[in-house]
């Protein structure tokens, strides 16, 4: 009965604003939204209802902000995972190549996306020597970082600059980005010719 009355309550807000989030991300599929939805109230009831037992108001319509924040953070953790994944599951070289939207240098699609774990650690760890042999001094520990944000973790590069520890615009960051491709592609291509 309480529950029934928090989603007659509530539900056109997280769906709305489940929406709206998930349009930064691009134009989202009407199931997607329902199961971005339902991930919400999943992560609502999780733990025993922690999150909802644990929130304290302090004004009389904070709830409505609060069910904002956890909605939000549910669409954009649900994207920087896909992205992630994305990133992480073989289209690797793939993004290398769409960032700058220069030729292909990795002609078989279908191995990359069918990659074992053990290949995209050699993969990574290919890439990593390029970044070390590639960058001097003190650029070294930040642009990489930069990069594996960017492939690894799914993190924008707007995110990347917001980092303290980065000391970058997104200028800045998307620069680096695009120059740490250059190096990782031309490092590629030299060894398969």
């Known amino acids: 009965m309480v529950w029934a009355e928090f989603i007659r309550r509530f539900h056109p807000l997280i769906s709305t604003v489940a929406l709206r989030t998930a349009r930064q991300w691009g134009e989202p599929l009407s199931s997607l939204l329902d199961d971005l939805v339902q991930e919400t109230y999943l992560k609502l009831c999780s733990d025993d209802c922690r999150l909802l037992r644990n929130f304290r108001s302090q004004y009389p319509c904070a709830i409505f902000g609060f069910l904002k924040v956890v909605t939000a953070n549910v669409v954009h953790d649900h994207f920087k995972a896909s992205r992630a994944a994305k990133r992480a599951s073989g289209g690797f070289l793939e ?42 001094g003190p ?15 799914g993190l924008s590069a707007r995110a990347i600059a917001a980092l303290p520890s980065i000391e970058l615009t997104t200028k800045g960051v998307e620069s680096t980005i695009l120059r740490l491709n250059r190096l990782v592609r031309m490092a590629f291509t030299r060894s398969r010719t």
Not at 105 to 110: E, F, G, I, Q, R
Not at 124 to 136: N, P, S, T, W
Not at 139 to 153: D, G, P, Q, V
């Open 139 to 153: 650029e070294l520990s930040r642009s990489r970082r930069i990069f594996w944000l960017y492939y690894r973790c």
């Open 95 to 136: 993004n290398l190549d769409d960032h700058e939207g220069n030729e292909k240098y990795v002609t078989n699609a279908s191995s990359r996306s069918t990659s074992s774990p053990v290949e995209q650690t050699i993969l990574f760890e290919q890439i990593d020597r390029c970044l070390i042999r590639g960058v001097a």
